[in-house]
């Protein structure tokens, strides 16, 4: 059974809302202990996402930024407090990522894993019709649900594999049985077809036989007649003289 997000979200939808101030976002991230937070309007549709990357990227000032006011030398800590305050003051609008990324309830577990991992996402909206259902945000969840898919899934293939090996061994058992069989009605009939041309043949032989019996008899009888007229011959000349 393949787990979609739906089953394994956090049904959490605090969310800020386009107009609020960062300072109240900041508020609400720190109190809920969040990483980010996702930005909807009043119909729950979600438009952005607000980090904390965002926050303190538009927060501390760069590099160059620095160079370019000397007063961050002398002054830094001051400056950067007066930069949080001002950025408190400012709407979420002005620093959140729109078009966030976001998935639906029926997303796969691979998919969600995926994309939290490659984007480095720590909490991924999920949405049906572009409305903030939940919140997936625990990526550790997810590899040991992906452990037991695929355990799962190698017990299947196990299972498979022993009924695919079994069925093969019986169609080889029943293979070999019928070779057998094949080979025993062919003995079969040969036996019963040698059978036959031994009668047949033996009774050619008989046939055979009795005609040269027949044969043998009659050349007797010739030769008796010829000595019996020998005889006579001889006789009728004895009587002639």
């Not at 996702?38 to 303190?56: A, F």
């Not at 160079?67 to 830094?76: K, T, V």
């Not at 190698?154 to 058992?173: V, Y």
């Not at 001889?234 to 009587?239: D, E, T, Y």
Request: hydrophobic fraction near 40%; aromatic fraction near 6%.
């Amino acid at each position: 059974m393949n787990t979609c997000a739906g089953e394994l979200m956090h049904r959490d939808l605090t969310a800020v809302m386009e107009e609020d101030l960062i300072q109240d976002a900041v508020h609400i991230l720190y109190s809920h202990n969040l990483s980010g937070i996702p930005v909807v309007k009043e119909d729950w549709e979600l438009v952005g996402y607000l980090s904390e990357t965002d926050i303190l990227q538009a927060a501390i000032p760069t590099y160059l930024e620095i160079l370019a006011q000397s007063s961050f030398l002398n002054n830094g800590e001051i400056h950067l407090v007066d930069r949080f305050k001002n950025l408190g003051k400012k709407v979420v609008r002005e620093f959140m990522t729109k078009n966030p990324y976001s998935v639906p309830p029926s997303a796969s577990l691979m998919t969600v894993a995926d994309l939290m991992l490659r984007k480095k996402i720590k909490r991924l909206p999920v949405v049906e019709g572009n409305k903030l259902i939940g919140v997936e945000k625990q990526i550790d969840e997810f590899r040991l649900k992906l452990e037991e898919e695929y355990e799962h899934e190698e017990q299947n293939l196990l299972e498979q594999k022993k009924r695919a090996l079994a069925r093969l061994e019986e169609m080889e058992k029943a293979t070999i049985q019928q070779v057998e069989d094949e080979w025993k009605d062919r003995e079969v009939k040969v036996a019963f077809q040698t059978e036959e041309y031994e009668k047949e043949l033996r009774s050619v032989l008989s046939q055979l036989i009795e005609k040269v019996n027949s044969s043998i008899g009659l050349g007797n009888l010739i030769d008796e007649g010829i000595n019996a007229v020998a005889v006579v011959e001889r006789k009728k000349a004895n009587n002639g003289n």
